[in-house]
């Protein structure tokens, strides 16, 4: 057995240094268990006590970074092939595939219930619930850690859990809103209506906002804070049709002083910027980030993913962003286009760049579209107008309602595209999938709005039937 003493040492010295990725996987498996499926809970003998993790703060802090690092480096927010950044710019209209050897059924909408991704998508995500599920519980549970360390780690907890039921259930439709560590449970359960989901999403970010601090733990934004959870809090308002509580939402966010604009399209993605709300760190000092590997090539044809060149083309001119965020690669012949909001395709001396998964441009756009749908089409212009000329475009010339708020939707997709799945989720709120991908997707079905759920959790439970329409 590891020694105790040594093991406690190990996680108090990884809440200093976060950078180290075999630690926090050391730290996540010996405290949260290795399992593939949320139902699958036992600890084996060798590994810390959960009774033991909580006895003090600092191995509690180290089980959470744990966490982080998790889902950085798989699952639904990875910026690896496998998260929604790249499986949903494929499976809209953002990417084309170029790798030789295989067939994306992302890309090719041809989901089916035994694909891999699916798959992966579902059990990841809900063994990263069940990793917060037990950290609230070891919380719950502790009586020696103070009051102040276990109200930030509890919202910090709540706040990921909802994170990942939030993309689940737009992936997924219906599915279980897991909230226990209970094994017996947990394998009976059934799948709940979408509404329910997002009540419970609710409550718990609004319980996140009580509980987390209004100040970063780490001055590098990589710990939750309140504005965080708000933030998130917003965009699943919009997402319910809750315009007044978006847009108090955002008000918030961008009323902190925390977060300053920044006009330069340059230094947006870098690691200190100032509109940054949270962001992974990557798992070494020297390292950048994930997308920046798979998205950036130096020569074509891209090995993995290139932009659509129809997507580039549809900038509008003079658009900086189209200058800033893609990159042209020609072999004088044909010409290939890729992302390039991250612009480091591998290690730098130190870390430049780190992945970002909540930005403050984001907030202007939700309380943009929030305050066209109350009405107040002045405000509304006014921040779509503060994306736009920071993008080098001169005011909207918009007017009536239609004309914003379909401006906004364009500045949102020339904004957030490559950004964890806002494009697919855009046009699947404002009932524009069938309209759009229709047409630039030849494989592309009415019911490719929902996933699969996967075979083998319907399989070894019943109840999670039936399966969606479609498959």
Same mark, same amino acid.
């Given at each position: ?161 909802? +994170? &990942?039921?939030?993309?689940? @259930?737009?992936?997924?439709?219906? $599915? /279980?809103?897991?909230? =226990?560590?209970?094994?017996? %449970? ?24 009580? +509980? &987390?601090?209004?100040?970063? @733990?780490?001055?590098?934004?990589? $710990? /939750?804070?309140?504005? =965080?959870?708000?933030?998130? %809090? ?41 509109? =940054? ?195």
């Amino acid at each position: 057995m590891i020694n105790t003493i040594i093991l406690k040492k190990l996680l108090h010295k990884s809440v200093k240094e976060m950078n180290n990725k075999s630690c926090f996987l050391l730290i996540l498996s010996l405290t949260l268990g290795a399992c593939d499926s949320f139902v699958k809970v036992d600890l084996p003998a060798s590994q810390l006590s959960a009774k033991t993790v909580f006895e003090d703060a600092g191995t509690a802090k180290a089980a959470m970074a744990g966490l982080y690092a998790k889902m950085r480096d798989g699952g639904i927010l990875t910026g690896h092939s496998s998260g929604v950044s790249c499986s949903l710019g494929l499976y809209a209209d953002e990417f084309d595939y170029y790798y030789l050897y295989s067939v994306d059924n992302f890309y090719t909408n041809s989901l089916f219930p035994g694909d891999n991704g699916v798959n992966n998508t579902w059990n990841r995500s809900y063994n990263q619930i069940y990793s917060a599920n037990a950290i609230l519980a070891g919380l719950d549970n502790s009586t020696t850690i103070a009051e102040a360390d276990k109200k930030q780690l509890q919202g910090e907890a709540l706040f990921i859990r909802a +994170l &990942l039921h939030f993309y689940l @259930v737009n992936l997924f439709g219906d $599915i /279980p809103y897991i909230n =226990t560590t209970d094994h017996l %449970l947990n394998s009976k359960v059934s799948r709940m209506p979408a509404n329910k989901i997002y009540s419970l999403i609710v409550m718990d970010l609004n319980k996140a906002v009580e +509980l &987390l601090s209004e100040d970063y @733990v780490s001055s590098e934004r990589i $710990i /939750p804070n309140r504005s =965080t959870a708000t933030a998130f %809090l917003a965009r699943v308002y919009l997402y319910m049709g809750l315009y007044p509580e978006a847009s108090n939402a955002s008000s918030a966010v961008i009323n902190n002083p925390l977060y300053v604009w920044e006009t330069d399209l340059d230094k947006i993605f870098l690691k200190e910027s100032s509109t =940054t709300i949270w962001q992974f760190m990557p798992n070494t000092s020297d390292s950048n980030t994930a997308e920046g590997s798979i998205y950036i090539f130096t020569s074509g044809p891209p090995p993995i993913v290139g932009l659509r060149t129809d997507f580039v083309n549809s900038f509008e001119v003079g658009d900086q962003r189209k200058t800033h965020w893609t990159k042209a690669v020609t072999d004088g012949i044909t010409t290939w286009y890729h992302a390039f909001k991250y612009k480091q395709q591998s290690s730098t001396p130190s870390s430049v760049e780190y992945s970002i998964v909540f930005r403050l441009a984001e907030q202007y756009l939700i309380r943009a579209e929030a305050r066209a749908y109350q009405g107040d089409l002045s405000g509304a212009k006014e921040d779509l107008n503060l994306i736009r000329t920071t993008a080098g475009l001169s005011k909207s010339t918009a007017i009536t309602f239609d004309e914003i708020i379909n401006d906004i939707l364009k500045q949102r997709r020339f904004e957030l595209f490559t950004e964890f799945g806002q494009r697919f989720f855009d046009l699947k709120r404002t009932g524009k999938l069938d309209e759009v991908l229709s047409v630039s997707k030849p494989g592309w079905n009415t019911t490719d709005s929902l996933w699969p759920l996967p075979a083998l959790e319907l399989n070894s439970n019943p109840n999670l039937n039936p399966q969606n329409p479609g498959y």
